[in-house]
């Protein structure tokens, strides 16, 4: 699906970069040339939140990048029993409404499993948010073995966008999805990985490279 989603503006902001020229003119009708401005400000911020940079992905076997764009909040090993049933480590990383919002492929790998549940819109930043928001969760399968990664809504961030499903392919740095504004991605891996970050790290989605797999 990567070659869909490669334009410099996603394509999912255009209908709020349009809203916001709209109510331009009418501001400009109502208030002349500064209620205008309010209106062209508001633009530009949605064509700037949802902006689809080019990424420089890292070679090499065994590479795991960052899914999005943020900050780590918190790497910790846990059990997962949705799709990994295997102790893990998780990373947590948040993401601010300057970020940009668009979410990649940690490593390559075919997708086997999507599904997004139902939940509430805590600030992304609460450890409960990871269990109570709403999310989407993205199973993968690779040649180290099954990752997860998951989209998570936050106080501000209302829609989860996933552009794949069962039976993709994907390689590593690929562009599977975004969220609609302040929000957290989560990523799962096996406890054999090395992680390469560590909390209040700042990443880049597709381009820092998080963890690597070593056999």
């Not at 400000?41 to 990048?65: D, K, T, Y």
């Not at 997860?148 to 794949?164: D, E, N, P």
């Given at each position: 699906?990567?070659?869909?989603?490669?334009?410099?503006?996603?394509?999912?902001?255009w209908?709020?970069?349009?809203?916001c020229i709209l109510?331009?003119?009418?501001?400009?009708?109502?208030?002349?040339y500064a209620?205008?401005?309010?209106?062209?400000?508001?633009a530009a911020?949605?064509?700037?939140f949802?902006?689809?940079p080019?990424r420089v992905?890292?070679?090499?076997?065994?590479?795991?990048?960052?899914?999005?764009?943020g900050v780590?909040?918190d790497?910790?090993?846990m059990?997962?029993?949705?799709?990994?049933?295997a102790n893990t480590?998780?990373v947590?990383?948040f993401l601010?409404?300057?970020?940009v919002?668009?979410?990649r492929?940690p490593?390559?790998g075919?997708v086997e499993?999507v599904?997004k549940?139902?939940?509430?819109?805590?600030?992304?930043?609460?450890?409960?948010?990871?269990?109570r928001?709403?999310?989407?969760y993205l199973?993968?399968?690779t040649e180290?073995?099954?990752?997860?990664?998951?989209q998570?809504?936050?106080?501000?961030?209302?829609?989860l966008?996933?552009?794949v499903?069962?039976g993709?392919?994907?390689?590593?740095?690929?562009r599977f999805?975004?969220?609609?504004?302040?929000s957290?991605t989560e990523?799962?891996?096996?406890?054999?990985v090395?992680i390469?970050?560590?909390?209040?790290?700042?990443v880049?989605?597709g381009e820092?490279v998080?963890?690597?797999f070593?056999?």
């Amino acid at each position: 699906m990567e070659h869909n989603h490669r334009e410099p503006v996603a394509r999912e902001g255009w209908i709020f970069v349009i809203f916001c020229i709209l109510i331009s003119i009418l501001l400009y009708f109502l208030a002349g040339y500064a209620g205008a401005v309010i209106g062209l400000v508001f633009a530009a911020f949605c064509l700037f939140f949802f902006r689809n940079p080019e990424r420089v992905i890292p070679s090499g076997r065994g590479v795991v990048v960052a899914p999005a764009d943020g900050v780590i909040m918190d790497i910790t090993t846990m059990a997962e029993d949705r799709f990994m049933k295997a102790n893990t480590q998780r990373v947590r990383i948040f993401l601010n409404i300057f970020n940009v919002h668009i979410n990649r492929n940690p490593i390559a790998g075919k997708v086997e499993w999507v599904e997004k549940v139902a939940g509430e819109y805590l600030p992304a930043y609460k450890d409960e948010a990871s269990h109570r928001n709403v999310r989407n969760y993205l199973g993968i399968s690779t040649e180290w073995g099954r990752i997860m990664v998951v989209q998570i809504t936050g106080l501000v961030a209302r829609r989860l966008v996933c552009w794949v499903q069962p039976g993709d392919t994907m390689q590593t740095g690929d562009r599977f999805g975004l969220i609609r504004f302040g929000s957290c991605t989560e990523i799962y891996l096996p406890e054999k990985v090395s992680i390469n970050v560590k909390p209040g790290q700042k990443v880049k989605g597709g381009e820092t490279v998080i963890a690597r797999f070593y056999k």
